[in-house]
Structure formats: structure tokens, C-alpha cells
């Protein structure tokens, strides 16, 4: 499934794209009305079988949330197109191109970035990329955007950069996770932007390389999306393409397969200092091509269209 949050008169909501990847059904709401769910959320104190509205909430039902989420969307497409207009009508079904996209996980718990974790990225860097074990840097939360928002330049940078990156989400929680059953705590995979003001980073106010949060986190550095694609669309999410363009210019091109530090290992590195929670975005690093050469491309200018794409090999 590909999962997405939504916002309809100023709430967010959760939902799926149909297979047109045209139209969002609203899963809470088609499984209440066409599969009878009670109000009350599933996974939660009262038990019940109701799909909650939001993603958190939704992840932390688990395994039987997001079965039920397959039945509402599968009953909502087996009756297409017949029942379009009045599944439109009673809002279980809105066209995508009418609904803001907001952040699939549009305020998680902890959102967590690793490192210089390609190697090509290390040397544009020109710091020695990180391998006996993975280094990390957080993000704060609110500098979290949907995709198509913008991404506001501040004026107290004047080197605001892009890095295109494979994120995963956390599904079940937990600490201590041993690295062969770390996929089982994976959710889904999404796309983020890791926007940077170069000119806060440690070696431009200190001399010293290495991550610094503060660069990271002004807001509107960290667009995420579209959507939640669930592990089960992904088998390998160390075999796809990786690319980053402003308008016609492709200035990041590679693939996953270049992560010096696979994903296995960060999450049980990760979970080994701190608990992950159902929501929790863990970057997985970008490859080279970002503004750190000697002759740097150019960084993103107002008006301009950033795309990160991210597809199977």
C-alpha cells in the first residue's frame, strides 16, 4: 500500500492511493461504513476494530490495523469506477489532485538522520566516512513539510543546500533490536529532503567537521513524501535508484546499494541507545552531489522545483 496523511477541512486524516495512484480513499472511514468497524481505535485501550484517522496511531495498531486497512481498500476498489461518485460523496474517496498532501508522518516522535553513509558523499565532504560504526544526527520535528510545500530559505543562511534520501519508518517499536529481525520494525519506506544550511554546520562555525542539528532544523528543512510505501512493495530497499533534480539538471544520481552502513544495522545500532516507537523517520544518508565540491552546484533558488525520485533498479 501506499499510505498517505491528508489534510480535509483542517484535519488530518489517513489514507491510500488507489491503484490509478489518481484518487485517496480514506481508510478510516471506508471501513467503518463498508465493513462496519466500531469508533474506537484499533490497538488501543478499548480493543475494538475501528482504523484510527491518523499515521501514529494508525502504526501502533500494528499487524491488525494495517490488515484492516487492506480490506477497506480493497473493498473500495473492487466496486470502482460504479461507485465513484457516491464513495466521493459520503468522502471515502477524494482525487488526490484535490486533497493537500501533508508529511506521511507529519510530526513524528523522533526523527533521526545518519551520517555521511555513502562514500562518494565522504569524499565531496572531504571527512572520512564513518565504518565501524554509524553516526547520527536528529532533526527536529518541526522543521517537517508535505511534498509540493515550499521549502523557506532563511535569511540568516545564505548556503542552503539539498540531500536526496531513502527514509524508513518504524512500525513495532522496541528496544534492543538484533539486526536479522530488524525489518519486522519496519512500516514503510519514504523519500525525505535533507535540507542543510551549510553555513551552521560545525566546520563553517567552529572549524570542525562533523553533524550539527542546528543546520538540519530550521523549519521547512525536512519535506517528506508523498506517501508510506509498506515494506511488502519494497523486498530490497538496497536495490533502488536514488535521484535528485532541480527542474531539468539531475544533480544526485545512484542507488542504495552504496550505503556504507546497511539498514539492519542502523536500526539495531539505533535501538541499542534509545527506544523507536511506532512513527519514528530514520534517513539513511545521500549520496554525492550535494553543494560541498569545490565547484558546488548551485543551491535551491527562490521559485525553483526540487524532485527526488526514488524507484526500483
Request: glycine letters at 10%; charged letters at 20%; aromatic letters at 4%.
Amino acid at each position: 500500500m501506499k499510505l498517505v496523511s491528508y489534510l480535509l477541512s483542517e484535519e488530518t486524516r489517513l489514507g491510500a492511493l488507489d491503484q490509478s495512484g489518481d484518487l485517496i480513499v480514506d481508510l478510516s472511514r471506508a471501513h467503518r461504513e463498508l465493513m462496519g468497524g466500531s469508533r474506537d481505535p484499533i490497538g488501543g485501550r478499548h480493543n475494538s476494530r475501528a482504523l484510527p484517522t491518523r499515521m501514529i496511531e494508525f502504526l501502533e495498531g500494528g499487524a491488525e490495523a494495517l490488515q484492516a486497512a487492506r480490506e477497506a481498500l480493497a473493498q473500495v476498489e473492487g466496486q470502482l469506477p460504479g461507485a465513484r461518485e457516491e464513495y466521493q460523496r459520503r468522502r471515502i474517496l477524494l482525487p488526490l489532485a484535490t486533497a493537500p498532501l501533508l508529511a506521511p508522518v507529519p510530526r513524528p516522535p523522533k526523527l533521526i538522520a545518519a551520517w555521511v553513509n555513502y562514500e562518494e558523499h565522504g569524499r565531496e565532504a572531504t571527512v572520512k566516512a564513518p565504518r565501524e560504526a554509524p553516526l547520527f544526527f536528529t532533526k527536529w520535528s518541526t522543521s517537517v513539510i508535505g511534498p509540493g510545500q515550499p521549502i523557506v530559505l532563511p535569511r540568516i543562511s545564505r548556503k542552503v543546500d539539498y540531500e536526496a534520501e531513502l527514509a524508513l519508518v518504524i512500525g513495532a517499536g522496541g528496544k534492543n533490536i538484533p539486526a536479522e529481525n530488524a525489518c519486522d520494525h519496519i512500516a514503510g519506506y519514504t523519500i525525505l529532503n535533507d535540507v542543510s544550511a551549510r553555513d551552521f554546520s560545525l566546520r563553517a562555525l567552529f572549524g570542525s567537521p562533523g553533524p550539527s542539528d542546528i543546520q538540519k532544523s530550521f523549519d521547512t528543512f525536512s519535506p517528506m513524501g508523498p506517501c508510506l510505501v509498506t515494506r511488502d512493495e519494497i523486498p530490497d530497499p538496497h536495490a533502488l535508484g536514488i535521484r535528485l533534480s532541480i527542474g531539468d539538471e539531475v544533480l544526485q544520481d545512484d542507488t542504495t546499494g552504496s550505503m556504507i552502513h546497511r539498514i539492519p544495522a542502523i536500526i539495531a545500532y539505533l535501538s541499542s541507545i534509545a527506544t523507536l516507537e511506532p512513527g519514528d523517520v530514520i534517513a539513511t544518508g545521500t549520496p554525492s552531489g550535494v553543494g560541498l565540491t569545490p565547484t558546488p552546484p548551485p543551491g535551491p533558488q527562490p521559485g525553483e522545483n526540487l524532485r527526488i525520485e526514488i524507484e526500483d533498479n
